[in-house]
């Protein structure tokens, strides 16, 4: 179980996240998206970690704020926020735009992993 403070004054939930590749490892901030089938990173951070998103076979369907595009899909080695970990787990490879607050996006590719709880009159989210 991990309790994890939030920000009530910020708009969005955001979490370091510990990304593992092929080739190292890396750590992102992404905001807490329940509204994401899978995890987001950016493309810089996909190559650091030893992957080839252009070369990937795999593509899906992505809507963003304002049209639809096709993305790469590649499976890293773990993603994890403290010892909350899982392996071999498929994230879309895209960048946000370059004004976010962000680096990528936590979506149900993780969270479908544990029992997720936002308390907002304590200010916390608990993974369990």
């Known amino acids: 179980m991990m309790d994890i403070p939030i920000n009530e004054e910020e708009p969005i939930i955001v979490l370091k996240v510990n ?10 901030d992404m905001a807490l998206d329940t509204g994401a089938t899978y995890v987001m990173i950016p493309w810089c951070v996909a190559e650091h970690l030893g992957y080839e998103p252009a070369v990937s076979p795999e593509r899906i369907n992505i809507t963003t704020a304002s049209t639809t595009v096709k993305v790469p899909l590649i499976t890293v080695g773990a993603i ?39 308390k907002f009159k304590s200010n916390k989210l608990t993974i369990l």
């Open 19 to 28: 990304l593992t590749g092929k080739t190292g490892e890396y750590t992102i």
């Open 80 to 118: 994890g926020i403290g010892d909350m970990t899982v392996k071999n787990i498929k994230v879309v490879v895209h960048d946000l735009p370059h004004k976010s607050r962000v680096d990528g996006l936590l979506g149900l590719s993780y969270l479908r992993n544990f029992d997720v709880f936002l």
